[in-house]
Protein backbone atom coordinates (compact mmCIF):
# COMPACT_ATOMS: atom_id res chain seq x y z
CA UNK A 1 0.00 0.00 0.00
CA UNK A 2 1.50 3.08 -0.59
CA UNK A 3 1.79 6.00 1.97
CA UNK A 4 0.63 8.57 -0.51
CA UNK A 5 -2.82 7.73 -0.50
CA UNK A 6 -4.57 7.93 2.93
CA UNK A 7 -1.83 10.92 3.41
CA UNK A 8 -3.49 12.81 0.75
CA UNK A 9 -6.85 11.58 2.13
CA UNK A 10 -6.55 12.92 5.41
CA UNK A 11 -5.17 16.43 4.34
CA UNK A 12 -7.86 16.55 2.51
CA UNK A 13 -10.30 15.72 5.54
CA UNK A 14 -8.26 17.90 7.99
CA UNK A 15 -8.11 21.22 5.38
CA UNK A 16 -12.37 20.53 5.15
CA UNK A 17 -12.16 20.54 8.98
CA UNK A 18 -10.01 23.33 9.13
CA UNK A 19 -12.44 25.04 6.64
CA UNK A 20 -15.82 24.16 8.66
CA UNK A 21 -14.45 25.12 11.40
CA UNK A 22 -13.24 28.84 10.41
CA UNK A 23 -16.34 29.57 8.09
CA UNK A 24 -18.94 28.40 10.25
CA UNK A 25 -20.96 30.33 12.61
CA UNK A 26 -23.12 27.66 14.41
CA UNK A 27 -21.69 25.75 17.51
CA UNK A 28 -22.81 22.47 16.19
CA UNK A 29 -21.12 22.36 12.76
CA UNK A 30 -17.70 23.49 14.26
CA UNK A 31 -17.97 20.56 16.91
CA UNK A 32 -18.62 18.19 13.79
CA UNK A 33 -15.47 19.79 12.13
CA UNK A 34 -13.45 19.07 14.99
CA UNK A 35 -14.22 16.01 14.92
CA UNK A 36 -13.42 15.58 11.30
CA UNK A 37 -10.29 17.00 11.65
CA UNK A 38 -9.53 14.35 14.38
CA UNK A 39 -10.86 11.63 12.26
CA UNK A 40 -7.88 12.85 9.94
CA UNK A 41 -5.07 12.78 12.49
CA UNK A 42 -6.76 8.81 12.78
CA UNK A 43 -6.62 8.22 9.59
CA UNK A 44 -2.54 9.35 9.99
CA UNK A 45 -1.80 7.34 13.04
CA UNK A 46 -3.12 4.13 11.28
CA UNK A 47 -1.63 4.85 7.87
CA UNK A 48 1.87 5.17 8.92
CA UNK A 49 1.47 2.67 11.69
CA UNK A 50 0.49 -0.02 8.85
CA UNK A 51 3.15 1.75 6.65
CA UNK A 52 6.06 1.75 9.43
CA UNK A 53 5.04 -2.02 10.21
CA UNK A 54 5.51 -1.02 13.87
CA UNK A 55 5.15 -4.29 15.91
CA UNK A 56 3.56 -2.64 18.95
CA UNK A 57 0.98 -1.07 16.65
CA UNK A 58 1.34 2.18 18.49
CA UNK A 59 -0.28 4.26 15.70
CA UNK A 60 -3.35 1.77 16.52
CA UNK A 61 -3.23 2.72 20.30
CA UNK A 62 -2.88 6.20 19.94
CA UNK A 63 -5.92 6.20 17.39
CA UNK A 64 -8.23 4.55 20.41
CA UNK A 65 -7.12 7.13 22.76
CA UNK A 66 -7.87 9.83 20.34
CA UNK A 67 -11.28 8.58 19.65
CA UNK A 68 -11.59 8.31 23.74
CA UNK A 69 -11.17 11.99 23.43
CA UNK A 70 -13.26 12.83 21.05
CA UNK A 71 -16.07 11.34 22.29
CA UNK A 72 -15.89 12.53 25.67
CA UNK A 73 -15.32 15.91 23.69
CA UNK A 74 -18.46 16.08 21.79
CA UNK A 75 -20.53 14.49 24.89
CA UNK A 76 -19.09 17.95 26.95
CA UNK A 77 -19.56 20.36 23.80
CA UNK A 78 -23.06 19.18 22.81
CA UNK A 79 -23.55 19.68 26.79
CA UNK A 80 -22.54 22.76 26.59
CA UNK A 81 -23.99 23.70 23.18
CA UNK A 82 -27.32 22.74 24.20
CA UNK A 83 -27.09 24.86 27.95
CA UNK A 84 -26.13 27.90 25.64
CA UNK A 85 -29.17 27.13 23.34
CA UNK A 86 -31.79 26.98 26.18
CA UNK A 87 -30.25 30.08 27.80
CA UNK A 88 -29.55 32.34 24.88
CA UNK A 89 -31.86 30.76 22.25
CA UNK A 90 -29.43 30.57 19.78
CA UNK A 91 -25.78 28.52 18.76
CA UNK A 92 -24.60 31.45 16.42
CA UNK A 93 -21.03 31.46 17.63
CA UNK A 94 -20.76 35.07 16.28
CA UNK A 95 -23.93 36.43 18.83
CA UNK A 96 -22.13 34.82 22.03
CA UNK A 97 -18.95 36.37 22.18
CA UNK A 98 -20.83 38.88 24.64
CA UNK A 99 -20.30 35.90 27.29
CA UNK A 100 -16.52 36.79 27.12
CA UNK A 101 -15.00 37.64 30.53
CA UNK A 102 -14.74 41.97 30.65
CA UNK A 103 -16.56 42.33 27.83
CA UNK A 104 -19.86 43.24 29.36
CA UNK A 105 -21.98 46.32 28.05
CA UNK A 106 -21.89 49.42 29.78
CA UNK A 107 -25.72 49.70 30.90
CA UNK A 108 -26.73 53.66 30.71
CA UNK A 109 -27.59 53.64 34.55
CA UNK A 110 -24.39 52.01 35.14
CA UNK A 111 -22.26 54.97 36.93
CA UNK A 112 -19.01 52.62 35.66
CA UNK A 113 -19.36 53.51 32.29
CA UNK A 114 -16.56 55.62 31.30
CA UNK A 115 -17.67 59.00 30.47
CA UNK A 116 -17.44 60.47 27.02
CA UNK A 117 -14.71 62.58 26.32
CA UNK A 118 -16.07 66.43 25.01
CA UNK A 119 -14.00 67.07 21.73
Known amino acids: MHLA???????LLFATGL???LARRNAILVLMSVELMLNAVNLNLVAFDVWLR???HAGQAL???TIAIA???????LAIVLMVY???GTSDVDKLRDTAEGHE??????????PEVAA
Open 105 to 114: PARPDDNTAR
Open 63 to 65: TLF
Open 54 to 56: DTL
Open 5 to 11: YPAVLAA
Open 19 to 21: YGV
Open 71 to 77: AAEIGIG
Open 86 to 88: RNR
